[in-house]
C-alpha cells in the first residue's frame, strides 16, 4: 500500500494567462490531520479541486491515494470524503432523503454514525434541503463526506458558516475519526484556533506555493518575536536579517524572525547593546506577521 494519501509534485495552474498555482510540492502521509493556511487568492481551493480531479492540472503531478487525481476509479472515489466552499444538492429533497439518496453509493456507508451526526448537529430530518440555512446545510454536508469514514477527508473552509457549538461538534468528529492513524485529514480554514486544536501539521501557502509544511509545533519552535532594548536610539536603517517584519520607535525595536537562534540573540545584544526578549507566538500570529509584506 503506498503510504502516501496526497502526493503533489511541482503542480502548477493557469486560467488563460493568470497562474494560480505556481509549482506546488506537498506530501502528506496517511494518517495526519493537516490544517491547510493562505489567504484567499493564495491557491488553496484550486489546490483541492485539483486534488479531487475536478481541475486538470496545467504540469506538474497530482496523486491520490496512489492514483493520479485526474483518473481516480471507483476504488479510489469511494475511500474519500470532500466537502467543497459552495454545496449544491437537490433543494426539493428532505434531508433524510438526501442522505437515504447518498448513503446508497457507499458500501462502507455507517448509519449509526451518520445518524449520531444528525442527531449531534440537530438537523431536521423532514425539511427540505433548499430552504435550510447556510449554516444546516453546512452540517448536512459534513454529514455527508463523514458518513462513509472515508480513509482521505478533503474539508475546503468546512465551518464557516458554522455556530461555535456545530463547530466544536465538528472539531471532536475529526478528532474520533482520526484517533485510529489511518484516516487523512486535509481541511482549508481561516480560524487557526480550530487547526491548533486539531491538525498535527500544517502547510501554508502564498501566492501560489507552499511555502511551510511540518509540524505545527516546528512552526511555532521557529517563528519568534523579538524585543529588543538598546542602550542608545536604534538608526532607522535598523534591521535583521531575513526578518518577517521590523519595527523601530527610539531605542526599542520588535523583529519577528522566521528562526531564531542563540547565535541571532548574541549577535544582536553585542552589536546594538542591547536586552533581548524572545517571545513565543500562535499559529494566528504566525499567519499574520509572514502575511504583511
Not at 29 to 39: A, H, M, N, Q
Not at 60 to 69: E, K
Not at 261 to 267: F, G, P, Q
Request: charge should be negative; charged fraction near 25%; glycine fraction near 6%.
Amino acid at each position: 500500500m503506498n503510504e502516501l494519501a496526497i502526493e503533489v509534485t511541482g503542480l502548477a495552474k493557469q486560467f488563460g494567462a493568470k497562474e494560480v498555482l505556481r509549482g506546488v510540492d506537498l506530501q502528506i502521509p496517511r494518517g495526519r490531520v493537516i490544517g491547510l493556511l493562505g489567504l484567499n487568492g493564495s491557491g488553496k481551493s484550486t489546490l483541492i479541486k485539483c486534488l479531487m480531479g475536478l481541475l486538470k492540472p496545467t504540469s506538474g503531478s497530482v496523486t491520490v491515494l496512489g492514483r493520479d487525481a485526474w483518473h481516480l476509479d471507483d476504488q479510489q472515489k469511494i475511500q474519500i470524503g470532500y466537502v467543497p466552499q459552495e454545496i449544491s444538492l437537490y433543494p426539493w429533497m428532505t434531508v433524510r432523503q438526501t442522505v437515504d439518496y447518498v448513503s446508497a453509493f457507499y458500501r462502507t456507508w455507517d448509519t449509526k454514525w451518520s445518524d449520531e451526526l444528525l442527531r449531534r448537529w440537530d438537523l431536521p430530518l423532514h425539511d427540505r434541503f433548499g430552504p435550510l440555512s447556510v449554516g444546516q446545510k453546512q452540517k448536512l454536508s459534513l454529514v455527508l463526506a463523514l458518513g462513509h469514514r472515508p480513509a482521505l477527508l478533503i474539508l475546503d473552509e468546512p465551518v464557516a458558516s458554522l455556530d461555535p457549538v456545530a463547530r466544536r461538534w465538528f472539531l471532536e468528529s475529526i478528532l474520533e475519526m482520526a484517533a485510529d492513524e489511518q484516516h487523512t485529514v486535509l481541511f482549508s480554514t481561516h480560524i487557526t484556533s480550530d487547526l491548533e486544536r486539531v491538525a498535527s501539521h500544517v502547510a501554508l501557502m502564498k501566492d501560489g506555493k507552499v511555502v511551510f509544511h511540518d509540524e505545527l509545533d516546528v512552526l511555532k519552535d521557529q517563528v519568534k518575536r523579538l524585543r529588543l532594548e538598546s542602550a542608545a536610539d536604534l538608526p532607522a536603517s535598523f534591521a535583521v536579517r531575513g526578518s518577517l517584519c521590523t519595527e523601530v520607535e527610539g531605542r526599542h525595536a520588535i523583529v519577528t524572525v522566521p528562526v531564531v537562534s542563540a547565535e541571532l540573540i548574541d549577535e544582536l545584544k553585542h552589536r546594538w547593546t542591547a536586552d533581548v526578549a524572545v517571545e513565543d507566538l500562535n499559529l494566528e500570529e504566525i499567519f499574520l506577521e509572514l502575511h504583511k509584506h
